[in-house]
């Protein structure tokens, strides 16, 4: 990573749930990226979840572990927001949403997934 990248990883909404759903620990999962030592997350995500947990027992559980990590401010939402905030901060998403994967490639963005219990990149 280059010196002015942060060092920490922005969290997508499916990551986060996906997270929650398989049981992996994102502190302990993120560190194995070189120059990463800790997750964020943008606000839309913390937006998106919180409508979410309204209606779904993962959601809120995901909403509340979002809610003690840094976030970083966003006016848009959704994906547009997910870009903004890494456009902004220059970090690295984490995402398993393909769609969001390649508009944040096609930006410059360097993207992470997670499959099973391994973050690839």
């Known amino acids: 990573m ?3 990248t942060p060092n920490f990883i922005l969290l997508d909404t499916n990551a986060i749930i996906y997270a929650i759903e398989k049981k992996i620990r994102l502190e302990d999962a ?10 964020a997350v943008p606000y839309c995500v913390i937006r998106e ?15 509340q572990y979002a809610k003690k990590l840094e976030i970083i401010e966003t006016d848009k939402y959704g994906d547009d927001g997910v870009i903004e905030a890494a456009m902004k901060t ?10 969001l994967s390649r508009r944040l490639r096609e930006t410059g963005i360097k993207v992470a997934m997670i499959s099973g219990r391994k973050i690839l990149f």
Do not use: F, H, Q
């Open 2 to 4: 280059k010196a002015d």
């Open 30 to 39: 993120v560190i194995e990226i070189p120059g990463v030592s800790r997750p």
């Open 49 to 63: 979840l919180y409508g979410l947990a309204k209606k779904n027992v993962t959601a809120r559980i995901a909403y």
């Open 90 to 99: 220059g970090a690295m998403v984490l995402t398993n949403d393909e769609r």
